[in-house]
T-cell receptor, first 111, second 115 residues
Framework: DTAVSQTPKYLVTQMGNDKSIKCEQN?????MYWYKQDSKKFLKIMFS???????INETVPNRFSPKSPDKAHLNLHINSLELGDSAVYFC??????????FGPGTRLLVL | AQKVTQAQTEISVVEKEDVTLDCVYE???????LFWYKQPPSGELVFLIR??????QNEISGRYSWNFQKSTSSFNFTITASQVVDSAVYFCALSDPFSGSRLTFGEGTQLTVNP
């Protein structure tokens, strides 16, 4: 009955690799988001999609590319991983500007 | 630009004490929403409350209460009779419907409740 799910939960990889994180929501929401939480716990928006359309694209390196195949899914692909990409990535969803519900987070460690 | 400030980085209390977590925000918008989220040691982000800018009524939910004051741009959170399970990082956040509903988070307050 998980509302917002992410896979994988943990991701350990080498510098230079390409990886993807998947997010799915079963709440019927029309808007999905990716946030990054750094080592100091600071949370910042990366991207937002509404009905599969990109709404927010913050100042994020173009090595990060979101893809929304349908309203219920928003995936994050990261090319050429760098040490500084190590963080926790949270997916969230909402109905328009209403409350955002978060997934459990994906802990990415780049070695 | 929007900004949320949580000046208290860490707070430590003893069980059963009351504790207030401060949140001050900045926005030029007249329509906006304020939130509190809890992040326990397990790491997930748990929604606690959402308030819109036109509703300044204080809210109480069990041991939790929130005080919203537009005059001082504050949205403070009080836990009454704190418990060890309240230990977590608490985030205050702000969004407006005109910027894609992005959440602007404060830096968070680490609350530790000791037995």
């Amino acid at each position: 009955d998980t509302a917002v799910s992410q896979t994988p939960k943990y991701l350990v990889t080498q510098m230079g690799n390409d990886k993807s994180i998947k997010c799915e929501q079963n709440l019927g929401h029309d808007t999905m988001y990716w946030y990054k939480q750094d080592s100091k716990k600071f949370l910042k928006i990366m991207f937002s999609y509404n009905n599969k359309e990109l709404i927010i694209n913050e100042t994020v390196p173009n090595r990060f590319s979101p893809k929304s195949p349908d309203k219920a899914h928003l995936n994050l692909h990261i090319n050429s991983l760098e040490l500084g990409d190590s963080a926790v990535y949270f997916c969230a969803s909402s109905h328009r500007e209403e409350t955002q519900y978060f997934g459990p987070g994906t802990r990415l460690l780049v070695l | 630009a929007q900004k949320v400030t949580q000046a208290q980085t860490e707070i430590s209390v003893v069980e059963k004490e009351d504790v207030t977590l401060d949140c001050v925000y900045e926005t030029r918008d007249t329509t906006y929403y304020l939130f509190w989220y809890k992040q326990p040691p397990s790491g997930e982000l748990v929604f606690l409350i959402r308030r819109n800018s036109f509703d300044e009524q204080n809210e109480i939910s069990g041991r939790y209460s929130w005080n919203f004051q537009k005059s001082t741009s504050s949205f403070n959170f009080t836990i009454t009779a704190s418990q060890v399970v309240d230990s977590a990082v608490y985030f205050c956040a702000l969004s407006d419907p005109f910027s894609g509903s992005r959440l602007t988070f404060g830096e968070g307050t680490q609350l530790t409740v000791n037995p």
